[in-house]
């Protein structure tokens, strides 16, 4: 299994690069589930248990690490001091454990089902809005001090993207000449349990409705299979600008 292969490199055709590429992604994600199980642990330990080489392991960690899915640590000595500085340890950080996400995905589906079957709708929407208002409420002050509702949505945009949302915004027209925004989350790491449960997504936008002040609406779903999470953002109103609104809003 040692991936070191020696002598001159001939010219490489599309096809067998792609097969290097998945190669190095499986043996990646076993050095990654290594460390997941059994770390910390020397790359000499991983290329061990592994079968292949010390080398090859050092650049897949030295990847992880760089990817911030990994992290080091000196191991403690024990026994008598020997020469030399102690081995270094690799372990997998938060960012790394999330490669391994879907069992946590599966336990969560089955706690909400356990709440939806025993307490009903209406806890698993009291659960679906506590959990917002816990992710958007260390927010509230920058999001509602910005001036107008572009200013508010990109607020909320780069809150979002601190919490592992990858968001982001873009400007569109309004009719006067307005000018309103949409919020896009390329990414959600509750999608799979969404899926299942919509109050999530649903309590998600009554709460951005409430911090920005303004009605939104909801486009489109990462839960239902769209590629991101998109709510309109409507241009500020003098109806609107200004108002916590109560409900109204679109799923």
């Known amino acids: 299994m ?14 067998a690069q792609a097969a290097h590429v998945t190669a190095e992604g499986r043996t990646r994600h076993e050095v990654a589930r290594l460390l997941l199980e059994r770390g ?6 991983v290329a061990e248990e592994l079968g292949i080489s010390p080398t090859a392991v050092r650049r897949h960690l030295d990847v992880l ?23 270094k340890l690799f372990l997998l950080t938060e ?26 709708e209406p806890a698993v929407r009291a659960f679906a809005e ?10 509230r002050e920058a999001v509602t001090h910005s001036p107008g509702a572009s ?14 949302y990858a968001a982001s915004t873009r400007e569109v027209g309004a009719p006067g000449g307005k000018t ?19 109050q999530l997504c649903e309590a998600e936008t009554e709460a951005f409705a ?17 590629t991101a999470c998109t709510t309109h953002v409507p241009a500020d109103t003098s109806g609107i600008e200004g108002r916590t609104p109560n409900g109204g809003t679109t799923a």
């Open 151 to 164: 200013a508010r949505a990109k607020a909320l945009a780069n809150a979002l993207t601190r919490e592992g």
């Open 180 to 198: 309103g925004a949409q919020l896009c989350q390329h990414h959600c790491p509750v999608a799979h349990v969404a899926a299942e449960f919509p």
């Open 2 to 15: 040692d991936e070191h292969v020696g002598g001159p490199r001939a010219a490489v055709d599309i096809p």
């Open 130 to 139: 506590r959990r917002v208002a816990a992710l958007v409420e260390p927010y």
């Open 95 to 120: 960012q790394g454990r999330a490669r391994f996400g879907h069992a946590y995905d599966d336990l969560a589906v089955s706690a909400i089902r356990f709440l939806a079957e025993h307490a009903g």
């Open 40 to 45: 910390p642990m020397s790359a000499v330990a």
């Open 65 to 87: 690490v760089a990817d911030q899915e990994a992290e080091t640590r000196q191991a403690s000595r024990r026994g008598p001091r020997g020469r030399g500085r102690p081995a």
């Open 210 to 226: 409430e911090l920005l002040g303004t009605h939104v609406q909801r486009l489109a779903t990462i839960a239902r299979g769209d």
